[in-house]
T-cell receptor, first 116, second 111 residues
Framework: ETGVTQSPTHLIKTRGQQVTLRCSSQ?????VSWYQQALGQGPQFIFQ???????GRGNFPPRFSGLQFPNYSSELNVNALELDDSALYLC???????????????FGAGSRLTVL | AQTVTQSQPEMSVQEAETVTLSCTYD???????LFWYKQPPSRQMILVIR??????QNATENRFSVNFQKAAKSFSLKISDSQLGDTAMYFC????????FGKGTRLHILP
């Protein structure tokens, strides 16, 4: 049973550029969620996908968008990058999501994005 | 709106001692879930323990236990017989319609 893998592990972009981060869910999981963790802060929920549809979103602007694919892997896209987007982006997968606390989140090790 | 507050930015204890990490939260909901997650330097968040708000019994997982005070909206984590591998950031989190994390407590276990 594989865990959650994220790529790339580190990347550097400049203001105004676009970035795509990728996440492979743990085998058997059908729900994926994304989090932004700024330095010295706790993770902040960006959005969640369940069976390829977004079913929850935090307080992030529309330039943060995502996709979930039939194999339950996922992408986070951020357009028009700003300096404050510099953070660790975490992906987590779970089984039969929709905010059920009974489902344990399995996290990846994150993608660290630096915006210059 | 849900909020989670961890008032201890950093703590240090000697190996084998017991340590308690504090967490308070605020929610207007009745059925919710609470969690403690550990984030070691490898950055991967690991679930330590979880508590369903409708259960009065405090959750335990080996050396980890919680003191859940629903009326006070308090959810502290006790680590017994602390080990060097417990050194990490610890995040308290609440879940109703979305998960909210606190800012974390950096825990150092000293040899």
């Amino acid at each position: 049973e594989t865990g959650v893998t994220q790529s790339p592990t580190h990347l550097i972009k400049t203001r105004g550029q676009q970035v795509t981060l990728r996440c492979s869910s743990q085998s058997g999981h059908n729900t994926v969620s994304w989090y932004q963790q700024a330095l010295g802060q706790g993770p902040q929920f960006i959005f969640q996908y369940y069976r390829e549809e977004e079913n929850g979103r935090g307080n992030f602007p529309p330039r943060f968008s995502g996709l979930q694919f039939p194999n339950y892997s996922s992408e986070l896209n951020v357009n028009a990058l700003e300096l404050d987007d510099s953070a660790l982006y975490l992906c987590a997968s779970s089984l039969e999501g929709s905010y059920s606390g009974a489902n344990v989140l399995t996290f990846g090790a994150g993608s660290r994005l630096t915006v210059l | 709106a849900q909020t989670v507050t961890q008032s201890q930015p950093e703590m240090s204890v000697q190996e084998a001692e017991t340590v308690t990490l504090s967490c308070t939260y605020d929610t207007s909901e009745n059925n919710y879930y609470l969690f403690w997650y550990k984030q070691p330097p490898s950055r991967q968040m690991i679930l330590v323990i979880r508590q369903e708000a409708y259960k009065q019994q405090n959750a335990t997982e080996n050396r980890f236990s919680v003191n859940f005070q629903k009326a006070a909206k308090s959810f502290s984590l006790k680590i017994s017989d602390s080990q060097l591998g417990d050194t990490a950031m610890y995040f308290c989190a609440s879940l109703y319609d979305k998960i909210i994390f606190g800012k974390g407590t950096r825990l150092h276990i000293l040899p």
